[in-house]
């Protein structure tokens, strides 16, 4: 049983930073891909990043490219989210994804994910 735990959220100020963790547990092999979604109160969950895992291609919004950056750390099976320049616009909550391989690469996909964290939320204020 995969489960994903993201940590890191807060309150920070327009123009701070922050950095998200999440933490994968009980995969046999690598991801196939993680990614990040965020929803605000009141929207759809919409794509935020994602990190094709053996390969480390990277793939961002618009809406957060340039601002936005992600690591990984094998060993540990662990993706960060570091968010800098923050703005309003970005407080939501934020969710870490994660699929096995299967031939099948849609990151920017929220239908494509198989396992999803609770959640962590990001607060930014003006």
């Known amino acids: 049983q995969v489960q994903l735990v993201e940590s890191g959220g807060g309150l920070a100020q327009a123009g701070g930073s922050l950095r998200l963790s999440c933490v994968a547990s009980?995969?046999?092999?690598?991801?196939?891909?993680m990614g990040w979604f965020r929803q605000a109160a009141g929207q759809e969950r919409e794509f935020v990043a994602a990190i094709h895992w053996s390969m480390g291609r990277q793939y961002f919004a618009d809406s957060v490219k340039g601002r936005f950056a992600l690591s990984k750390d094998n060993a540990k099976t662990t993706v960060y989210l570091q968010m800098n320049s923050l703005k309003p616009e970005d407080t939501a909550v934020y969710y870490c994804?994660?699929?096995?391989?299967?031939?099948?690469?849609?990151?920017?996909?929220?239908?494509?994910?198989?396992?999803w964290g609770q959640g962590t939320q990001v607060t930014v204020s003006s």
């Open positions: 994804g994660a699929k096995d391989y299967d031939g099948v690469f849609l990151p920017r996909d929220i239908r494509s994910y198989k396992y």
């Open positions: 009980g995969h046999t092999s690598s991801p196939y891909y």
